[in-house]
């Protein structure tokens, strides 16, 4: 896996927001939850990162995520019927705000999480993100209409 710094991590992080990064080359079998989810709940470790509510976008081959300090962005993510290979992504970027020590954790945690290649399963608007230790349920945001 690739380390990106600073020019491309703007990039990456525009395409989370437009919800760009979507590469119709890219090789993704099954349904992949596409959209933007927040994380609800977790289950398996008291106070875990997930605790905070975390913002997860996916698209057919992209998967941010972000807490309450960085924003991380992975490119040409392949995604399986179960499973997010974040750790097979061409590209994982993130912005390099200086956080203090409890955010800076928070952050690691998810990364790793997520660097783990977590397996994912949508029912309806309810996504279950896993690994080994760590069940987190997220549920979709839905775009409001301009008013």
Not at 120 to 141: A, F
């Amino acid at each position: 896996m690739k380390r990106v710094t600073t020019a491309s991590i703007v990039g990456v992080l525009a395409l989370a927001g437009c919800g760009g990064g979507d590469d119709p080359e890219q090789e993704v079998t099954g349904n992949p939850p596409i959209g933007t989810f927040v994380s609800t709940s977790d289950i398996g470790e008291d106070g875990s990162a997930f605790s905070t509510p975390v913002k997860v976008t996916i698209g057919r081959a992209f998967v941010g995520w972000k807490a309450r300090c960085n924003g991380f962005g992975a490119e040409h993510v392949p995604i399986t019927d179960d499973q997010l290979m974040i750790a097979e992504a061409s590209s994982v970027g993130s912005t390099l705000i200086g956080c203090a020590q409890p955010l800076q954790h928070q952050d690691d945690q998810i990364e790793a999480f997520f660097n783990a290649n977590p397996h994912w399963q949508l029912d309806g608007d309810r996504l279950t993100l896993s690994d080994d230790s760590v069940e987190v349920v997220l549920r979709r945001v839905r775009n409001r209409p301009n008013s």
